[in-house]
């Protein structure tokens, strides 16, 4: 299985982005993408997610109204568009893939910088 995340990149504030993931490798009708974060010197967290199966969606509360994930099942591909973007944005986004059945997240891509300047 691979996972691989682009479109990452440097922004000002209030710019946008949009990152990419492409999944290959199994099929994930039963899975969950999501976008997770870390910050230097800071814990990874969670960002957004979409059921593969039905789009249901999930943001954390600090990018909500900002950010929009979405899926293209016909290209096994999961994006974030990323607008309003503020300096604490700022971070290494993974894309990753939860079975849902089991509340794991299995499958993690490579990482994609995001820099916002303000």
Do not use: H
């Not at 990018?63 to 994006?79: E, L, M």
């Amino acid at each position: 299985v691979q996972l691989q995340a682009s479109g990452g990149g440097l922004a000002q504030a209030g710019g946008s982005l949009r990152l990419s993931c492409a999944a290959s490798g199994r099929t994930f009708s039963r899975y969950r993408m999501g976008w997770f974060r870390q910050a230097p010197g800071k814990e990874r967290e969670f960002v957004a997610a979409i059921n593969w199966t039905g789009g249901t969606t999930y943001y954390a509360a600090s990018v909500k109204g900002r950010f929009t994930i979405s899926s293209d099942n016909a290209k096994n591909t999961v994006s974030l568009q990323m607008n309003s973007l503020k300096p604490e944005d700022t971070a290494v986004y993974y894309c990753a893939a939860q079975n849902i059945a089991v509340g794991r997240y299995d499958y993690w891509g490579q990482g994609t910088q995001v820099t916002v300047s303000s």
